[in-house]
């Protein structure tokens, strides 16, 4: 297999997780209005706990979805701190989040200590290709279907729909919005646990990972203006791509700068247009 | 129905309702008018549980379903994705086709997204999504707001049909003559006080109030 294929292979199993960060912070966003800066935490909580379960001796697949499981808990608790408190605004809630994504450093250090960590995936190749990738690129397409499909065709869709489109006419039909937020956070930190689980056996992660992923994962969501997952899961592709081949052809040094350029054009782009609509 | 006595609503420092008491009863048609910022829709709030009460009481029977001023329909959704929405507290009941018997107008708007319709429209949906929760009381916060007055007539006579049909309703209004010839009793509501009530007949007549308070020539 050729050196650009490869890359692109690469890239295309690292911005399934950045789309992965990204849909979490969509879902969230889209349900309670707060951009939550721990998104990236829940993907680092997520596989250190699947190291330690491996080590403890549970096999592959419990492990990983235990893990992904802690991680929907711990964003239920993210968001039971964020926005259980009526009155709390999202600007609040964005601050608070950012806390507790500082917090969790501390949690992961005095468990996992600061040292990078990994587990084995999917052994193998296909093509030249590594499995673990092509794992990577499948769990994400049918998980980010089946969210799709949650939102569309399902009525706790439509009511997570309802609660972000207007709050206070949920509220007069019967829906608890805060335990809608809650779920949406549930939904979030799964998918940002996901990323982290699906990811660390071909990237190492240590209890300061998260800041490349969310990084990664804003710029991706910021494509759909952080309410389109089908945007999201675009700019986290394209995003994953780029960094592969800045990479593979420039020097690994760039790939954390790519997610910040790209998140500063699409602003600068929106900014702009926004500029257009204000003075017509 | 609904019964709320000396009802005390506050926002900060401000007091909302002060001392209001109002009556539903089993099948009536009931206006609430008043100027803009008298406490309609404070008094709206409380009654369907949204804000809660400094002082008073409140007492609601039968399922009480609620069509917000300004329809505040779910704009991303379907017509029929937000008629579905209003059984929420009803998972079993869901099935829609019932408001389209009750509501023929609705019919080939099922598939479009709420958000686009006119004004009207949406008057509409908002009303069916309200009757999706088989209320036996609806509180209607400014029905008429906004609307062509053929569509104001046209919604009324929806109403109509269904308080014939057993339906308990409150009506909030700016629209005063709309409110009296809908109904049978009236609150006349300013800076938070019931300043006058009684048969729509007799408040419609009385030139004090009919000058002072509905905006009504004697």
Known sequence: ?280 | MIEARDLVVRYGAATALDGVSVSVRAGEMVALIGANGAGKTTLVNTVCGILRPAAGELRTSGRLALVPEGRHLFGPLTVDDNLRLGAWRDRKNRDTGHIYQLLPELVPLRKQVAGRLSGGQQQMVALGRALMGRPDVLVIDEMSLGLAPRVVENLAGHLRQRHAEGLAVLLIEQNARLALDLCSRAYVLEAGRVVAEGPSAELAGSTEVATAYLGLES
């Open chain 1, 1 to 280: 297999m050729g050196e650009l294929a490869q890359y692109l292979v690469t890239g295309v199993g690292l911005g399934c997780a950045y789309a992965l960060t990204g849909s979490g912070l969509v879902v969230i966003y889209r349900v309670t209005r707060v951009v939550n800066f721990a998104q990236g935490s829940f993907a680092v909580l997520g596989a250190l706990t699947v190291t330690t379960l491996l080590a403890a001796g549970l096999p592959h697949g419990v492990a990983e979805g235990l893990g992904v499981l802690l991680a929907g808990l711990v964003g239920v608790l993210v968001g039971v701190v964020a926005t259980g408190k009526p009155g709390t605004t999202p600007q609040a809630g964005l601050i608070v989040t950012l806390g507790l994504g500082v917090f969790a450093y501390a949690v992961e250090i005095f468990f996992w200590g600061d040292q990078p960590r990994s587990f084995p995936g999917l052994p193998g190749a296909v093509g030249g290709i590594q499995t673990h990738y092509l794992l990577i690129i499948g769990v994400t397409a049918v998980v980010l279907g089946a969210t799709a499909l949650l939102f569309a065709r399902t009525d706790l869709g439509r009511a997570l729909t309802a609660t972000a489109a207007d709050p206070y006419a949920a509220r007069a039909v019967g829906i608890d919005v805060v335990r809608m937020g809650l779920f949406a956070f549930a939904v979030g930190g799964a998918l940002g646990g996901l990323a982290g689980v699906l990811i660390t056996p071909v990237q190492q992660v240590s209890f300061d990972s998260d800041v490349a992923l969310v990084v990664s994962g804003f710029s991706a969501a910021i494509l759909g203006n952080l309410t389109r997952p089908g945007l999201t899961l675009v700019g986290g592709l394209l995003l994953g791509v780029v960094q592969a081949l800045v990479g593979g052809y420039l020097s690994t040094a760039y790939q954390s700068e790519v997610a910040l350029i790209f998140m500063l054009v699409v602003l600068i782009a929106r900014a702009g247009r926004r500029d257009l609509v204000e003075a017509a």
